[in-house]
């Protein structure tokens, strides 16, 4: 691996109390690239431009995959990746979809352990801190027919961040718009998947929502996820959860909850979900909350959904099982509540 570290730190001059959410990157990054159909050395350098030119795949045809992972510090100083594993199967199952090759382990691994050990004073041990980390492969072979690239780059950056969402989240049903139809990208962590989702979610945004809950491509009848999280009801004492399809991204932070949950006593249903069910248990009174998880917002209580035209207000609950999942799940990502799951690895 090359190392070439940055002769200045950027560190002193960030303000870490005023961080908006993926805006401020630490001082290196993490870069590999795929040439003659193989990856090849791994290089560490100081956060910059990637030399790139106007004829690159990527800005062509968006062949492109990525994930999002978290690091935290505990209170001895170290740094805990949590789930790296998953990050790493869930990135190469969305480049094989995307005809890219996949990452090996030992780059993947090696590369990520060095660049945050190497940056570890950027994840802040105080409350509510966390390093975010964003792996990306894309197509950089220049050509402009439309086809599979043959050369890739692999890059790692990290961000120090704090809250993804601030204030209240009230989210729509979206009735026109899809994310994802069957058969396409949409389990993928595949960039143009975001690409499509900006404008109805901008739409969603003039009229006073933070999010939409997208629904299936068919006849937009049942729900998927909302906006980058998946979602979860509380109907009566259930936690209920959309099972995975190809149209939904299998979140980490889902199948944590789910294992969380279980585990403390909650009743938990992989299924799929009508939007008019939702309708009908808030009508009913069983509609008790809703909430969305990702690793950028954790667990983030849902204020109100609207189906329909019609909002359903959705109170605080004393006993809110997104509080309590959220503190089980931000306690062993600290470190703070012993990790009896083995998901979090201490960077060397
Ligand atoms: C579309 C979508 N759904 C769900 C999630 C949640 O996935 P995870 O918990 O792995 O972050 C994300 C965020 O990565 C996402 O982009």
């Not at 990527?58 to 990525?66: E, K, S």
């Not at 790493?88 to 969305?94: D, F």
């Not at 009913?284 to 849902?302: Q, W, Y």
Request: charged share 25%; proline share 3%.
């Amino acid at each position: 691996m090359k190392i070439s570290k940055s002769s200045f730190s950027r560190l002193h001059s960030t303000n870490f109390t005023d961080l908006k959410f993926g805006t401020v990157f630490s001082d290196h990054m993490l870069i590999c690239k795929y040439i003659d159909g193989k990856w090849g050395e791994l290089e560490i350098k100081p956060y910059g431009p990637l030399d790139m030119n106007p004829g690159s795949q990527i800005l062509h045809y968006g062949q492109a995959v990525f994930e999002g992972m978290k690091a935290f510090k505990n209170d001895k100083d170290e740094v805990l990746l949590f789930r790296k594993e998953e990050n790493y199967k869930r990135l190469n199952k969305s480049a094989v979809r995307l005809s890219i090759p996949k990452i090996p382990r030992d780059i993947f691994m090696n590369g990520l352990d060095s660049l945050l050990s190497i940056d570890s004073d950027w994840c802040k041990k105080d409350d509510g801190y966390s390093l975010y980390i964003r792996p990306v492969i894309f197509a950089s072979g220049e050509c402009i027919k439309a086809s599979s690239s043959e050369e890739f780059t692999f890059v790692i950056i990290t961000s120090p961040s704090t809250k993804y969402y601030d204030g209240e989240m009230n989210v729509v049903v979206e009735e026109h718009y899809t994310r994802a139809p069957e058969g396409g990208v949409g389990f993928a962590k595949a960039a143009g998947n975001y690409a499509a989702s900006f404008y109805p979610t901008k739409k969603a945004n003039a009229k006073g929502f933070q999010q939409v809950i997208w629904t299936d491509a068919k006849d937009h009848k049942y729900i998927e996820e909302s906006g980058t999280m998946n979602i979860w009801f509380r109907i009566d004492n259930k936690l209920i959860t959309p099972s995975l399809s190809d149209s939904i991204l299998s979140g980490i932070t889902r199948d944590s909850i789910i294992t969380l949950a279980k585990d403390n006593g909650i009743e938990v249903e992989e299924r799929k979900i009508k939007v008019t069910e939702i309708l009908e248990s808030y009508k009913k009174g069983k509609l008790k909350e809703a909430f969305g998880t990702g690793t950028a917002v954790t667990v983030n209580p849902i204020n109100s959904i609207t189906i329909y035209n019609e909002c359903l207000y959705l109170n605080e609950q004393v006993d809110a099982y997104a509080l309590k999942l959220k503190n089980l799940l931000q306690g062993i990502q600290k470190g703070s509540i012993v990790d009896s799951y083995n998901w979090t690895d201490k960077v060397n």
